[in-house]
């Protein structure tokens, strides 16, 4: 499926692979216009297998030639081959993903966990702004830069929004993984795909802070029943403070009337009283972004194992790919995955 040689051709010089799914791959080259390193994702359209694959794959190259946004994976080229292979070209994010980094080293400082939701906030407010839906929020796509600034990544299975009368139109295909997925989609039922975008925020923060899953059942019919209890565990041993307990649970509301806003994440408490790091941390600042990144010794140590888990997040996020966006009896056949599953 890939070809060196067009890439060549491109602009583009094969340097390794970072990554392989059912779909395609993806790759380091570096190109020759930008003079750096890339990301290439190689997908073969004729292994799509379904209409619906087809579809997403088209909204797909459609919405990321539109982003631009510091906590959003740039997208550089797009091109295609007439073999029918997709070449998705990418900025390099060489520290992995937020997940690899969790089972790495646990849960994560509630000062940098902080710092990292904040971005995610403003990447989700962002998509929000122009009407775009992720739909596939998880740690395994959020990808961590040099500096270890968050960047969402894989946009397959996005959506563009449109309103009648004001409102959004809600959507009725149900994608996703399992344990990230809101009860409205587990249940079926037509949902608001923004709202639904923040539940998943919600599970995202709870693993950063407790280094777990708040719902951990890979039964669809208990997962749902452990939603809407609305009854959010933490662990005993957790010190993490109450305002960030306060927020999550208001994220991971059942209710979606009553489910916050990003707007209104960002100015609870916990956000506002911005990035609360350990007394003993030294945070190196950030240049391109303006932001704080981790502290020197972490920097060392993550660049130490970068080669053996560089851009894990590209790779797990192309083997996410390889699920089929749910059709409404799709739910009832269990073929969203948990994170365990695939």
């Given amino acids: 499926m890939m070809d060196k040689t067009f890439m060549e051709t491109k602009g583009y010089t094969f340097k390794g692979t970072l990554g392989e799914g059912t779909f395609g791959k993806v790759v380091k080259a570096e190109s020759i216009h930008l003079k750096k390193l890339v990301a290439i994702k190689i997908i073969g359209t004729t292994k799509s297998g379904s209409v619906n694959r087809e579809r997403f794959l088209t909204q797909e190259k459609e919405i990321i030639r539109s982003l631009k946004h510091p906590n959003v994976v740039r997208t550089y080229d797009v091109f295609e081959s007439r073999l ?8 390099l994010c060489p520290q992995g993903d937020v997940s690899k980094l969790i089972a790495a080293r646990g849960a994560l400082s509630e000062g940098f966990s902080c710092r990292l939701f904040k971005q995610l906030c403003l990447a989700v407010q962002y998509l929000h702004g122009i009407n775009v839906a992720h739909r596939d929020i998880k740690c395994e796509n959020l990808l961590l830069d040099t500096h270890h600034n968050l960047k969402l990544c894989d ?4 959506e563009r929004l449109t309103y009648i009368d004001g409102k959004v139109v809600l959507s009725d295909t149900h994608c996703g993984t399992l344990h990230y997925a809101a009860p409205e989609i587990l249940k079926n039922l037509p949902y608001n795909p923004k709202v639904s975008d923040v539940w998943s925020m919600g ?51 059942p209710v979606v009337e009553r489910r916050i806003t990003v707007s209104r994440m960002l100015e609870s408490p916990w956000l506002l009283q911005g990035t609360v790091e350990d007394s003993n941390d030294d945070w190196a600042t950030s240049a391109s972004l ?14 130490e194992t970068s080669k053996s888990r560089s851009h894990d997040g590209q790779r797990q996020s192309l083997e996410q790919r390889t699920r089929e966006c749910l059709t409404s009896q799709g739910v009832k056949n269990s073929k969203i995955k948990s994170t365990k599953e695939v």
């Avoid at 029918?84 to 900025?91: A, F, I, L, N």
């Fill in 84 to 91: 029918e292979t997709v070449y998705v070209v990418m900025e």
């Fill in 155 to 158: 946009f397959g299975f996005s």
């Fill in 203 to 253: 599970i995202v923060l709870y693993m950063m802070l407790m280094g777990s899953l708040p719902f951990a059942t890979t039964n669809i019919s208990k997962l749902v029943h452990l939603q809407v209890r609305h009854s959010i565990s933490f662990p005993s041993a957790s010190s993490v403070s109450t305002e960030a307990r306060e927020l999550i649970h208001r994220i991971l509301h």
């Fill in 290 to 303: 303006g932001q704080r990144a981790l502290p020197k010794k972490m920097l060392k140590e993550d660049e």
